[in-house]
C-alpha cells in the first residue's frame, strides 16, 4: 500500500526567506505525486503535481517541487515566502489503476507559520 | 472555471441523528471521492465512485453510505451520527479519461455532532 511520511508538523519562516517542506513517498511503481495547500476552514488546492517527465514541477503561487526517485522523496521549495503562504501543506501520492488516478493518500501535513 | 459544490457547508446535528451531504462535481467529471478529515487530521478517504457505480472503499464506517445519481452528483449518507463523526467533509472529483488525472476537491461540508 502507498504512504506518505512529511517528517516536519510545524515550520515557522520569516517572510521573504526560502522555504523546503519535505514529503517521502513509499510506492511500488511510478507514483503520481501532489502538493495541496489547506488555509484554515478551506478547502484543498492542488499546488502542482508530478505524473512523469521532467522531474522538477512548477505550480501556482510561485512553488516548486523535485521528484528524486532515488530519495522516493517530493519535496516542495519557494524561494520566497509570502505572509499568505501560511496554511497546512500536504503531500499525497495517487493509486494507480489502469483508469488512472483512482485515490489519494494523505501525509500529515506541515503547519507553515510566517513570522514578519 | 466550474469546481466541485458540495452542500450544505456547515452542518450541526445531535447524536444519534441522520445527515445528508451533496456532492456536484465538475461538468464532464465522471469520479466521485469522500473524504473525511478530523481536527488536526490528515484527510482519509471514505469511498469513491465512477460511472455511478461504487470503485473503491477505505474506511468508511458501516454507518455511512454513499451513491452516484445520474446526473453524476453524489451524496454521503450518515445516521446514528456519533460525536466523533465531527469533521471537515470533502468532495472531489476527476476524469479518467485522462491520463494521470488530477483529483480536484470542494470547500468541504463542515459537520459538528452534538
Known amino acids: 500500500a502507498q504512504s506518505v511520511t512529511q517528517p516536519d508538523i510545524h515550520i515557522t519562516v520569516s517572510e521573504g526567506a526560502s522555504l523546503e517542506l519535505r514529503c517521502n513517498y513509499s510506492y511500488g511503481a511510478t507514483p503520481y505525486l501532489f502538493w495541496y495547500v489547506q488555509s484554515p476552514g478551506q478547502g484543498l488546492q492542488l499546488l502542482l503535481k508530478y505524473f512523469s517527465g521532467d522531474t522538477l514541477v512548477q505550480g501556482i503561487k510561485g512553488f516548486e517541487a523535485e521528484f528524486k526517485r532515488s530519495q522516493s522523496s517530493f519535496n516542495l521549495r519557494k524561494p520566497s515566502v509570502h505572509w499568505s503562504d501560511a496554511a497546512e501543506y500536504f503531500c499525497?501520492?495517487?493509486?494507480?489503476?489502469?483508469?488512472?488516478?483512482?485515490?489519494?493518500?494523505f501525509g500529515t501535513g506541515t503547519r507553515l507559520t510566517i513570522i514578519p | 472555471a466550474a469546481g466541485v459544490i458540495q452542500s450544505p457547508r456547515h452542518l450541526i446535528k445531535e447524536k444519534r441523528e441522520t445527515a445528508t451531504l451533496k456532492c456536484y462535481p465538475i461538468?464532464?467529471?465522471?469520479?466521485v471521492y469522500w473524504y473525511q478529515q478530523g481536527p488536526g487530521q490528515d484527510p482519509q478517504f471514505l469511498i469513491s465512485?465512477?460511472?455511478?457505480?461504487?470503485?473503491d472503499k477505505g474506511s468508511i464506517p458501516d454507518r455511512f453510505s454513499a451513491q452516484q445519481f445520474s446526473d453524476y452528483h453524489s451524496e454521503l449518507n450518515m445516521s446514528s451520527l456519533e460525536l466523533g463523526d465531527s469533521a471537515l467533509y470533502f468532495c472531489?472529483?476527476?476524469?479518467?479519461?485522462?491520463?494521470?488525472?488530477?483529483?480536484?476537491f470542494g470547500e468541504g461540508s463542515w459537520l459538528t455532532v452534538v
Open positions: 472531489a472529483s476527476s476524469y479518467r479519461g485522462l491520463s494521470g488525472n488530477t483529483i480536484y
Open positions: 461538468p464532464r467529471h465522471d469520479t
Open positions: 465512485f465512477y460511472e455511478k457505480m461504487q470503485s
Open positions: 499525497a501520492v495517487g493509486k494507480i489503476s489502469n483508469f488512472g488516478n483512482e485515490k489519494l493518500t
